[in-house]
C-alpha cells in the first residue's frame, strides 16, 4: 500500500484486529472521536473489512521496523453539511504520540489523494478542543474553513486542503 521513511499503511488482516480493539477502546484514543467503542463488537466490525480493497478506507498504520500497529489511517467518503467530501482521518496509539507519525502519514495519503484517486479537495472534520490533530491538519495544508453540525449534535472545525498534481511530482 502506502509506505513512507517510517511507516507502511497495510491492508487489513486478521492479526491486526486485537491491536485495532485496544486503539479504538482506549478512552483517551477516541477521546476526540466519539468515544470508546465497545471491545466485544469490535472484533466483528474489523472481521468484515478483511480483504476490502476499495481505495476509499482506513487501513492499519504499521512501524517498518518491527511491524507494530501504531495506528489506523486512511480517506473515506463523507457527507458534511450536505456536501460529498473525502475526509482524511489518523488515529494513533498513546505510546505513537508525539513522534510525528500522524504528519507523516497525512502527508503520504495527501499524495496518495491527488496521484492516485485524482482528489482534489480534502478536508478533516476535527473537534474544537483537539489540538494534537489541529496542528497536523495545518503542518500538512489543511486550512480551517468553518465549524459545522454534525448529525450526533456536536460541533467540529472543519479543515480544508485544496489539492494540485503538481503537489505531489515536487514531493
Same mark, same amino acid.
Request: charged content about 25%; overall charge neutral.
Given at each position: ?7 507502511? $499503511?497495510?491492508? $487489513?488482516?486478521? @492479526? ?14 477516541? *477521546? ?6 465497545? *471491545? ?12 476490502? @480493497? ?6 492499519? %498504520? ?9 495506528? !489506523? ?16 482521518? !489518523?488515529?494513533?496509539?498513546?505510546? +505513537?504520540?508525539?513522534?510525528?507519525? +500522524?504528519?507523516?502519514? +497525512?502527508?503520504? $495519503? ?32 489543511? %486550512?480551517?474553513?468553518?465549524? %459545522? ?10 479543515? %480544508? ?11
Amino acid at each position: 500500500m502506502l509506505r513512507t521513511r517510517r511507516l507502511e $499503511l497495510a491492508v $487489513l488482516q486478521s @492479526d491486526h484486529i486485537p491491536a485495532l480493539v485496544d486503539l479504538w477502546s482506549d478512552p483517551e484514543v477516541t *477521546r476526540y472521536t466519539g468515544g470508546p467503542r465497545d *471491545r466485544a463488537t469490535l472484533p466483528a466490525a474489523f472481521q468484515e473489512d478483511l480483504g476490502s @480493497d476499495s481505495p476509499f478506507d482506513l487501513w492499519p %498504520v504499521l512501524l517498518r521496523s518491527d511491524g507494530t500497529l501504531v495506528g !489506523y489511517a486512511g480517506i473515506i467518503p463523507k457527507q458534511i453539511a450536505g456536501r460529498n467530501e473525502h475526509e482524511l482521518i !489518523y488515529v494513533f496509539s498513546r505510546a +505513537a504520540w508525539g513522534q510525528g507519525f +500522524a504528519t507523516e502519514i +497525512a502527508k503520504a $495519503l495527501i499524495d496518495h489523494a491527488i496521484g492516485k484517486l485524482g482528489l482534489k479537495r480534502l478536508v478533516a472534520l476535527i473537534d474544537p478542543e483537539n489540538n494534537a490533530s489541529a496542528h497536523v491538519a495545518k503542518k500538512t495544508g489543511f %486550512v480551517l474553513e468553518r465549524t %459545522v453540525d454534525r448529525d450526533d449534535g456536536h460541533k467540529k472545525h472543519l479543515y %480544508v486542503r485544496t489539492l494540485a498534481e503538481t503537489e505531489a511530482a515536487a514531493r
